[in-house]
Structures are given as structure tokens and as C-alpha cells.
């Protein structure tokens, strides 16, 4: 059985919170070169419902302006959300939209107590991922 399969995703390329953009768009690249259509800044304003005789709905895709990408199944992926709740209830500063600040060191607001990877925020970037962190502490470590 073949299948049509799209990727719809609001940033310019895939993981975008744990690649860069030159890495990213390899990944992109990969994807397509895979036969998947990968449709980026694509946020839908809209879905596409039928109904049958009996009045039962299905979904049948999605919508944006006038162009419609119809689907027979979706598989959501709606991203990351720190866990940094034990931060938050010990007094260590949180960023707004989640996770442990962090300067470049990686050292948080309480002494001596460091934080790396998706429960993070580093440079005003919330879960960014080890690999931007690990690359960074790599090369900062290195000067």
C-alpha cells in the first residue's frame, strides 16, 4: 500500500529546538529527498470535516487560506515542555515559557546547581536541546 505522507510544521525546518539551521535543513533535505512533502511556516487556520448520511464526522484534512492538504491519519508531534517544576518549587529562576535559566556555563540562579538539555533555557531559548548547549560548553571551553 502506498502512501502520501506530509509534514506540516510552523518554524523553516524540522527540530528546530535541537538543531541549527544549516543541520536542520540537512534533515529537511533528507526528508524530502525520502519523497515527503514537508511544508514549512505552515500553521492551518482550519479543518476539513465531512459528514456521511448517518451524520457520523470525519476528519479529512487541513486547511489554510485557500490550500488544502487532506489527510487520512495524523500523527501529532507538538514538541517539548521543560519539567522544571522541583526548580521552580526550590526558588531557582524559571524562564516564562518553561525551563531552568541557565547562563553559558550552564550554572543556574542557586550555587552550584547546573542544568543542560530539555529541561533548560539557554540565551532566551527554551529547550533548545543538548546538541546547540553541548556545542556551545564544547567550543566556549576551548578559547
Known amino acids: 500500500m502506498s502512501m502520501k505522507v506530509s509534514i506540516l510544521i510552523r518554524q523553516n525546518y524540522p527540530l528546530n529546538r535541537q538543531l541549527d539551521a544549516s543541520a536542520g535543513e540537512l534533515v529537511l533535505k533528507k526528508i524530502e529527498g525520502m519523497g515527503v512533502e514537508v511544508k514549512t511556516q505552515y500553521s492551518p487556520d482550519g479543518i476539513i470535516i465531512e459528514k456521511d448520511e448517518a451524520g457520523v464526522e470525519t476528519f479529512k484534512g487541513f486547511k489554510k487560506g485557500d490550500e488544502v492538504v487532506e489527510s487520512d491519519m495524523v500523527v501529532f508531534a507538538i514538541g517539548i515542555k521543560p519539567r522544571d517544576d522541583l526548580a521552580v518549587s526550590s526558588g531557582i529562576k524559571t524562564a516564562e515559557g518553561g525551563g531552568i535559566e ?11 546547581v547546573f542544568a543542560i538539555g530539555e529541561c533548560a533555557s539557554w540565551r532566551g531559548n527554551v529547550s533548545v536541546g543538548l546538541f546547540r548547549q553541548k556545542r556551545h560548553l564544547i567550543s566556549s571551553s576551548t578559547d
Do not use: F, I
Open 102 to 112: 541557565v547562563g553559558d556555563d550552564l550554572q543556574s540562579s542557586a550555587d552550584g
